[in-house]
């Protein structure tokens, strides 16, 4: 199943995609993260949120909760369900569809070496996982939701190692594709 959804992003990156979501990820960074940051930071009353934080405790996020109040637990959990599911899908769209377009070039069909092109989906299924725990532990305030934070501080760290590594994997692909390209255009 994991070669299946390879290949299907191995196709599915075309130029038109990689332009496409590079537009998108641009818009959203520029239009829409400047004004969910600003509200975040107005419910969270300085004391940080989960999903924007490596490493935490259980206890950390049930203090983040408790600093929160009714309408700051509220507003964190709409937005986990509105603005915390399109940025997920938003950078995934970009991620995936650049690697995927960039290894094509780089990396023979009948290497294992492809399923690279999945990290980035990797990354955004723990982006769901942990906004689903901490919401659960924003949801369930005051009483205790202790699997949801254990979980939460779990999925958060390895989302960020994820969403880094997807970056990086970018960044490395991008670079060995120039290269290749310049020592091709050098040998004509």
């Known amino acids: ?11 599915f990156s075309t130029i038109s995609f990689l332009l496409i979501s590079t537009i998108v990820f641009m818009l959203f960074l520029v239009l829409v993260m400047p004004g ?3 509200k975040a930071a107005v419910y969270s009353g300085g004391v ?13 996020l049930r203090h983040m909760a408790e600093s929160y109040g009714e309408q700051g637990r509220q507003a964190y959990i709409h937005a986990r369900f509105t603005f915390d599911l399109a940025f997920p899908l938003v950078y995934t ?43 659960l532990v924003m949801a369930a305030y005051p009483a205790s939701h ?3 934070a254990q979980l939460a501080v779990i999925f958060t760290p390895l989302k960020w190692l994820l969403v880094g590594a997807a970056f990086l994997l970018l960044i490395v692909a991008s670079l060995l594709a120039g290269f290749r390209s310049i020592r091709g255009r050098k040998k004509n």
Request: proline fraction near 4%; include cysteine.
């Open 36 to 38: 969910q940051t600003a």
């Open 146 to 148: 202790s699997l949801a």
């Open 48 to 60: 940080g949120m989960p999903d924007m934080t490596v490493f935490y405790s259980a206890s950390d």
């Open 93 to 135: 769209f970009f991620l995936a569809v650049c690697t995927s377009w960039m290894l094509g070039r780089l990396i023979p069909l009948s290497s294992k070496w492809r399923l690279l092109n999945l990290l980035p989906l990797a990354a955004m299924l723990l982006d769901f996982l942990e906004n689903i725990c901490a919401a």
């Open 1 to 11: 199943m994991l070669n299946k959804i390879s290949a299907w992003l191995y196709r």
